[in-house]
């Protein structure tokens, strides 16, 4: 998987280009708030904006929970901002069984104002979503 050159990583988050799907990818690696959360977000943003027509997975299967005053920043800056971008279809990587589906849940509903909005197991089912 080739990813772009520009990347940033945390010990919470990773976020990257996959340039030959083109997706942004954030995969989370475990619980974080505050600056530590909206700094990843915020880049994956810039990434929408940068290439055009890509798509956003997250991989939530190491943990995706927020604090109150994140959701309040996400659904009123960041996911208005992000349905500026080109991007159409926002897939969520979870495990089967999920101690965070409340979380998830709160967030597809919000997502789903703006994108199509799918959860799966895994990197390779989301991609065949995206490409569907």
């Known amino acids: 998987?080739?990813?772009?050159?520009?990347?940033?990583?945390?010990?919470?988050?990773?976020?990257?280009?996959?340039?030959?799907?083109?997706?942004v990818l954030i995969s989370w690696k475990k619980f974080c708030c505050y600056e530590d959360y909206r700094n990843p977000t915020t880049y994956a943003l810039e990434l929408l904006r940068k290439y055009a027509n890509s798509n956003l997975v997250v991989d939530a299967r190491n943990g995706f929970e927020d604090e109150k005053e994140d959701i309040e920043?996400?659904?009123?800056?960041?996911?208005?901002?992000?349905?500026?971008?080109d991007c159409k279809k926002v897939i969520f990587i979870m495990n089967e069984?999920?101690?965070?589906?409340?979380?998830?849940?709160?967030?597809t509903k919000e997502f789903m104002k703006y994108f199509v909005v799918k959860k799966v197991k895994g990197y390779e089912e989301a991609i065949r979503i995206i490409e569907g």
């Open 73 to 85: 920043w996400g659904f009123s800056i960041l996911l208005p901002a992000m349905a500026h971008t």
């Open 1 to 23: 998987m080739e990813i772009d050159k520009n990347e940033f990583d945390s010990k919470y988050c990773n976020v990257s280009y996959i340039i030959e799907d083109n997706i």
């Open 97 to 107: 069984v999920n101690e965070i589906e409340e979380e998830i849940d709160l967030w």
